[in-house]
Structures are given as C-alpha cells and as structure tokens.
C-alpha cells in the first residue's frame, strides 16, 4: 500500500523566514510525485510533479526537489499570501494519488 | 492550467434525501475522473475512479450503492449521494486526468446533512 508522510503538522514562520516541508513516501511503480496547496474551503491548486530523483523544480518562492524516499518543498522568504496547506501525493502505476495529511504554513507579517 | 468545475459548490438536504453532485473539465477533455471526500483538517481520500462509458471502480470501504458515479461524457461526471445521513456531511472533492499524469482539481462541494 502506498504511504505518505508529510512534516510537521504546521509550521508557523515569520514574514521573510525561510523553510522546508518534508514528504517521505513509500509506493510500488512511482509515476510521478505531486505539491498541491489547498486553501480552507477551496480544491487542490497544483503546483509542481516531479518523476525522478534528483529533478527539481521552482515557481515564484517555492522549490520543490525529489529523492528516492522523500520530496521537500521549500519556501523561500515567504509572504503572508504563501499561507496555505500544503499537501503532497504520490502517483502509482494505476494514475491513482495517495495524498499525504498536509503541512498547514501560517506566515505573520 | 486545466479547469476543472463542480456544482453545487455548497448543498444542504435533510436526511433521507439524494442529492446529485457535477464534476465538469471545462477547457479538455478528461480520461478520467476521480472523487475524493475530505474531513475537517484531514487528507483527501480517494472514493472513487471513473472512465467515460464504463463501471466506476470504487476504493475498498465505499459503498457503491450510497455513491452512484456516473460519467456520461469525457467533459462530464456525477457523483450522487443516495439517501443521505449526516455522517455523509463532507467535503467532496473532484479531479480529472488530462492524459499524461497530472491530475486538476475542482473547488470541491460542501455538503450538510441535516
């Protein structure tokens, strides 16, 4: 069974305050590993898959990058409208996602 | 990006009663369509897949019968929660495939129960 682990639960940063969000993963057949951010009362907005080890890829101030057992997104000097949750799937080899529980980021101004 | 929308964003029926949600791909046509449910500060979790023409494939644990899914067209899916009871108040969540890997998401449906 496909397993997803996302860390920490929450993350509260101050404006400018960098960090990483961290998603380890264990699946039969990775076709590709998805970031998603998903604000209260909204769907998924999808942000970046990545397919193989070493890939990375960027959009504005978040990074995303893949290794063999875990993905991590980085948030570099974040601003307030970066707050959202983030949450992490992987893809197996029957198109299905399996969604991590999310990493809920708060930036204070 | 693809776009994917559903209707009714929110609903509210009393117990006992069916009510019909629409998952549309606005801009492409999907290969496949899944439904997802959602709980307060939870995970989405996978109800459901379907293929324009063909049976849903439902996840262990869904019943089939509650959930009717039916996707008429490649643009078009329903899902239909049959006489329905608080405890299927959630949050449910469409995607459609466009036919590499990614998967676009809908706004989602709330649904009360009461």
């Given at each position: ?19 990483s ?25 999808f ?8 890939e990375?890829k ?23 409208e970066?707050?959202?949750?983030y ?22 101004a | ?15 006992g009663?069916s009510v ?10 999907a ?11 939870k ?38 929660v ?9 949050f ?5 495939r ?14 009360t129960?009461?």
């Open positions: 069974e496909d397993q997803v682990t996302q860390s920490p639960e929450a993350l509260r940063l101050q404006e400018g305050e960098s960090s969000l961290n998603c380890s993963y264990t699946v039969s057949g990775l076709r590709g590993l998805f970031w998603y951010r998903q604000d209260p009362g909204k769907g998924p907005e942000l970046f898959t990545l397919y193989s080890a070493g990375e960027e959009k504005e101030r978040l990074k995303a990058t893949l290794t063999k057992k875990e993905s991590f997104l980085h948030i570099t000097a974040p601003k307030p970066d707050s959202a949750t949450l992490c799937a992987v893809q197996g080899w029957d198109y299905k996602l399996s969604f991590g529980a999310g990493t809920t980021v708060t930036v204070r | 990006g693809a776009v994917v929308s559903q209707h009714p964003s929110r609903v509210i029926c009393k117990s009663t019909k949600i629409e998952c549309r791909s606005l801009d492409f046509q290969t496949t369509m899944f439904w997802y449910r959602q709980f307060p500060k995970s989405l979790m996978l109800m459901a897949t379907s293929n324009e023409g063909s049976k849903a494939t439902y996840e262990q644990g869904v019943e089939k019968d509650k959930f009717l899914i039916n996707h008429a067209s490649l643009t078009l899916s329903t899902l239909t049959t006489s329905a009871h608080p405890e299927d108040s959630s449910y969540i469409c995607s459609a466009v036919g590499g890997n990614e998967q676009y998401f809908g706004p989602g449906t709330r649904l129960v009461t």
